[in-house]
């Protein structure tokens, strides 16, 4: 497969031609309405650990079941399709390979790359999946769960100017660009039904008691001051 960067996925400058538009518009039709989820796992896990300042346990990871069920509601008579995005560190074949079964049987295509290197990232392979699918099918709504702006925020913003609903699902403390973009709608994890059996241990800030809420610490200052170059 040929290799792309974000610049290959923004949508060009021919999409703002009232021409190129119409044109779109015609064939659109032609194509099957889709809703599209892709799953980012490595960028999910992490800062769903930072939220809840602590290594997820099971009964604090998100339930695909149900978050297939929500895609498939939002989606009414339109296909829908989930695919989950991981990478496989070294030696964990076997203990990962459990939880992509279930993917599996959830629904979900998964997409699982060698984490060899540093930058092993799944970030491309995801805008490579939704590029290809915006070509096959006409994208309905598109919903990207990943916190990670820096690769998303650009890519997303074009998709949602060609008229896509655009969705990141992701969480309220680390999801900022899509918080603050008027093209891209957020959707908190946590939201959605029966996505989790407990509620996660965090305090929303878009979800304060009227009294106010304490927000623990996350590291202790003794871990900082120890990692603290010079120290």
């Known amino acids: 497969m040929t290799r792309m960067d974000a610049s290959d996925i923004v949508v060009d400058d021919t ?13 659109e039709p032609l194509l099957q309405p889709l809703d599209l989820l892709v799953w980012d796992a490595p ?29 498939v509601d939002g989606a009414g008579d339109r296909d829908v399709e ?20 279930a993917l599996r049987s959830f629904g979900y295509a998964v997409f699982a790359k060698p984490k060899l290197h540093h930058d092993d990232d799944v970030d491309l392979a995801m805008l490579e999946h939704i590029d290809e699918r915006s070509r096959t099918h ?3 709504r598109l919903v990207v769960a990943s916190g990670d702006g820096r690769n998303f ?7 949602a100017r060609t008229g896509t609903e655009v969705v990141v ?11 603050e973009s008027d093209l891209l709608t957020f959707v908190d994890l946590e939201d ?19 009294q106010g809420a304490w927000l623990r610490p996350t590291r202790s200052m003794r871990e900082v001051a120890a990692n603290t170059p010079g120290h």
């Open 15 to 27: 999409w703002d031609d009232a021409e190129s538009a119409a044109a779109i518009s015609e064939a």
């Open 43 to 71: 960028n999910i896990d992490m800062t769903l650990s930072n939220v809840i300042g602590a290594r997820p346990s099971p009964a604090s990871r998100p339930r695909f079941d149900a978050v297939a069920r929500w895609l």
């Open 82 to 101: 989930g695919s989950v995005f991981t990478n496989v560190p070294p030696g964990a074949a076997t203990g990962m390979r459990g939880w992509i079964e």
């Open 138 to 140: 006409r994208l309905t």
């Open 153 to 159: 925020t650009g890519p997303l913003e074009a998709i």
């Open 169 to 179: 699902l992701s969480f309220g403390e680390v999801a900022g660009y899509a918080l």
């Open 192 to 210: 959605v039904p029966g996505a989790f059996t407990t509620p996660l241990d965090r305090v929303r800030l878009d979800a304060l008691p009227v």
